[in-house]
Nanobody, 120 residues
Framework: QVQLVESGGGLVQAGESLRLSCAAS????????LAWYCQAPGKQRDLVAS???????NYADSVKGRFTISRDIAKNTLYLQMNNLKPEDTAVYYC??????????????WGQGTQVTVSS
């Protein structure tokens, strides 16, 4: 069973920071990749940042230099440090995981989302 539980969202002013956390419960699976996605009202869900099991990170152009994705393997927790937030960052942020069974089957899971609102 896999559970992803996000926390850390909230209401901030432009220029401020937030740190999102995603606690992953992945009993019986290994984690191949983790990512953060965001979805603004009326828009599609977009990739914000991803990190591989080897620690390689990738970012959307819109957040490069402002957001940092990281993971604490011992705690099975994914983080997204969001600095210099802008009103256009306002969205629901979702944690996403690709996990694999010992037999090699891959599955995708989503968290419930956490709201980030940035006022100007």
């Amino acid at each position: 069973q896999v559970q992803l539980v996000e926390s850390g969202g909230g209401l901030v002013q432009a220029g401020e920071s937030l740190r999102l956390s995603c606690a992953a419960s992945v009993s019986g699976f290994s984690i191949n990749a983790l990512a953060w996605y965001c979805q603004a009202p009326g828009k599609q869900r977009d990739l914000v940042a991803s990190i591989t099991s080897g620690g390689i990170a990738n970012y959307a152009d819109s957040v490069k230099g402002r957001f940092t994705i990281s993971r604490d393997i011992a705690k099975n927790t994914l983080y997204l440090q969001m600095n210099n937030l802008k009103p256009e960052d306002t969205a629901v942020y979702y944690c996403y995981a690709v996990v694999q069974t010992a037999a090699g089957y891959s599955f995708q899971y989503w968290g419930q989302g956490t709201q980030v609102t940035v006022s100007s």
